[in-house]
């Protein structure tokens, strides 16, 4: 028996239909192994020496890894095709003692048989430059993390975190918000004319003055303009014919793939990250089983292997015939940086049509494979062609600019238009012109405008920023826009990332202290010495120690600063401390908000914090207090005291208050009774006496 070892177990059943016999597969269900969960686990004086340890909930996976691995005759590593997979392997590699020369890795770009079957033929060494740069990138992570955090709990607020990148992203949101906030409007005026010819309507947008750019900046300026033009002919002064062509996008990169998906089909980033996954990973079909349809989904490269690429040609040409082609198959060239052992995201077979599938795949997954589909499938085909047509039209010293396009050859936009050719304004098409010629004038229309702040990031245009930028990779894109609204450092008003107070705090003091690191030119320095590691076996421990001289610096000069402190200050209420008599004032605390006196720390009376939405369900026998209901951990109802921890006073049955008028025990409310806890009295009243 051979033993294959995947991260997912939903690829197992897909993978298992092109294995054969012969073969077992195990699912360790992503990592084994990782830093510790409650402490630092970096030795940073022994030259930056991660402590691995196996994650709690992996033990059980890992004994009965091990008990097959015993039994096998041979041992291949199969997780996902990047830097964080090849860790993965390296630490599988590890549980299991195999030996660092074996060729156990091997790795596929999709899940089909002839991807698979290759990947079985060319067993590979763990690539230890890959994993070096994963273990710097995780290093780099938890050193900043476990650092800078604290801080900001002790400056701003309980229960935050700083990351390497996250800060960087929530840094972009604000600094875009403060820009908003500066932004002071300017006033314009749009002047457009509409003329009619052979009974075709069209218009005509003022552009220049005497020759040169011109757009009235007030009313006054826009009423001498259409006091000239009144009184004045419109005449064509030359027209500029040509015919331009529109080269078709490249197939999906990740970050590509999630902009289209939030733009064209609302999706958040959340959603086509799930839906992607189960694509890739595979889908129940009819009259297939489980398939996988789509190519891996975390990848910055545009490249398409050529067998794919000839499929789609084939395919372009007998659906929709030999012009759709292009003369030179469509290469693509990806980024700097990009991990080009990938291929971009793409179909796997380009004849399963998204409409085949359609009654298989939930409404999400259909939409992102039609997407993905269309956006492949259009990548291969040839240009679309424009006939395209600008006039200029004088009238006294301005010249008014007309265009119109008209489309020759669709091209590629017979299956697929960009997104940002779908927001323009439709360019009408243009009457016969002559140059000369006095055009019949309908109506002037002048319009008052300002200028626009710069438009808040969306969850698309953050992803197309970092991307630019060059902070992240496609891997972490989704999980790290998704944890600044999950922590409360930025909310969505419709599409839009909107920075919360706290976000903005955040930001301000690692502004304050930390900008040399907190900053995007750096992340993107950082992710280019990753890069080193990966691609040239740079030593990792060296790009951490270059890191951490800096850094350390900073949080010295941070932490013996004590003049910046940004939380907020305690808020009073008519609450009065019972111990000395002050007022109780809301403090906010490792576990939430709770009243503490507001002469701590000669005071340390606490009490906890009602909710203002909750109502008291009695009164405390004991101590007079309001009782409320809670839950315990196996979510079954009892009632306790407000006055928790002095008064320790808890009932399954909301108390009254009252002392029982036979016994003396505390009565309480049992159905529509009034009874006496004790069960041994007998005292009983209806609720209405």
Not at 98 to 127: G, H, M, T, W, Y
């Amino acid at each position: 028996m051979k033993l294959i070892i995947i991260e997912a177990p939903a690829k197992r059943e897909t993978l298992k239909k092109y294995l054969g016999q012969g073969y077992e597969v195990f699912a360790t269900k992503g990592h084994i192994r990782d830093l510790p969960v409650k402490s630092y686990g970096i030795d940073v004086k022994n030259n930056f020496q991660p402590h691995y340890e196996i994650m709690p909930e992996k033990k059980e996976l890992i004994s009965q890894l091990k008990q097959k691995a015993k039994k096998a005759e041979e041992i291949l590593i199969a997780t996902d095709p990047d830097r964080e997979g090849e860790a993965i392997s390296w630490h599988i590699a590890y549980v299991l003692d195999l030996n660092a020369d074996d060729k156990c890795r091997i790795e596929f770009n999709e899940i089909s048989q002839k991807a698979v079957q290759n990947a079985l033929l060319k067993p590979r060494k763990i690539n230890q430059n890959l994993v070096d740069a994963q273990q710097a990138r995780r290093v780099l992570d938890r050193i900043v993390g476990y650092k800078l955090s604290p801080i900001l709990c002790k400056k701003i607020h309980p229960k935050l975190s700083a990351g390497r990148v996250q800060s960087v992203a929530l840094k972009l949101v604000v600094d875009r918000e403060r820009e908003i906030e500066n932004f002071k409007p300017e006033e314009y005026w749009n002047i457009t004319a509409e003329f009619e010819k052979n009974k075709q309507k069209f218009k005509a947008s003022l552009s220049l003055k005497n020759g040169k750019k011109f757009v009235p900046k007030n009313k006054a300026e826009a009423q001498e303009v259409l006091d000239k033009i009144n009184v004045n002919d419109f005449i064509v002064k030359n027209i500029k014919k040509s015919n331009t062509k529109s080269h078709a996008p490249a197939p999906f990169t990740t970050s590509t793939m999630q902009q289209d998906a939030l733009n064209k089909l609302g999706m958040s980033l959340k959603r086509t990250t799930s839906s992607a996954q189960e694509l890739y990973e595979g889908v129940n079909v009819e009259g297939e089983g489980k398939i996988a349809l789509i190519t891996y989904i975390r990848t910055d490269s545009t490249r398409v292997s050529s067998d794919a690429q000839k499929a789609c040609l084939d395919y372009v040409k007998e659906v929709y015939g030999e012009k759709f082609v292009p003369s030179k198959p469509n290469i693509y060239a990806s980024k700097k940086n990009a991990q080009d052992a990938h291929e971009a995201i793409r179909p796997i077979n380009i004849k399963m049509k998204p409409e085949m599938v359609k009654s298989s795949l939930s409404s999400d997954n259909y939409r992102l494979y039609k997407l993905i589909y269309e956006r492949f499938l259009a990548s291969q085909m040839s240009d679309a062609e424009y006939f395209s047509v600008s006039a200029n039209i004088d009238s006294d010293k301005y010249t008014f600019k007309a265009t119109g396009k008209t489309l020759n050859f669709p091209g590629y936009t017979a299956v697929y238009k960009e997104y940002s050719e779908e927001e323009k304004s439709d360019v009408s098409k243009l009457p016969v012109l002559e140059e000369g010629e006095i055009l019949k004038k309908i109506d002037v229309m002048s319009e008052q405008k300002f200028t626009k702040p710069p438009a808040r990031y969306t969850e698309a245009s953050l992803v197309k920023a970092m991307e630019e930028k060059g902070i992240g990779r496609p891997a972490t894109y989704a999980a790290t826009i998704t944890v600044l609204t999950a922590r409360d450092y930025a909310k969505k008003e419709g599409k839009a990332l909107v920075p919360t107070k706290l976000g903005k705090k955040i930001t301000e003091y690692l502004d304050r202290f930390f900008s040399s690191i907190i900053n995007v030119k750096f992340t993107a320095h950082m992710e280019n010495r990753l890069d080193d590691i990966a691609n040239s076996g740079e030593p990792w421990k060296e790009v951490v120690e270059s890191f951490w001289k800096g850094f350390s610096e900073l949080l010295v000069k941070a932490g013996a600063d004590t003049s910046v402190l940004l939380k907020e200050a305690p808020i009073e209420t008519d609450v009065v401390c019972e111990k000395c008599g002050s007022k109780m004032v809301v403090r906010t605390g490792k576990f939430g908000k709770f009243l503490g006196c507001a002469n701590f720390p000669k005071c340390k009376n606490i009490m906890p914090l009602p909710n203002e939405k909750e109502k008291p369900a009695g009164k405390c026998p004991e101590c007079g207090k309001d009782v409320f209901a809670r839950k315990s951990k196996t979510g079954k109802l009892f009632y306790s005291c407000s006055g928790y921890p002095d008064c320790k006073f808890m009932s399954w049955y909301p108390p009254t208050g009252e002392k029982c008028p036979k016994c003396s025990g505390y009565l309480i409310v049992k159905g529509k009774k009034i009874v006496c806890s004790e069960q041994a009295c007998e005292y009983s009243r209806n609720i209405e006496e």
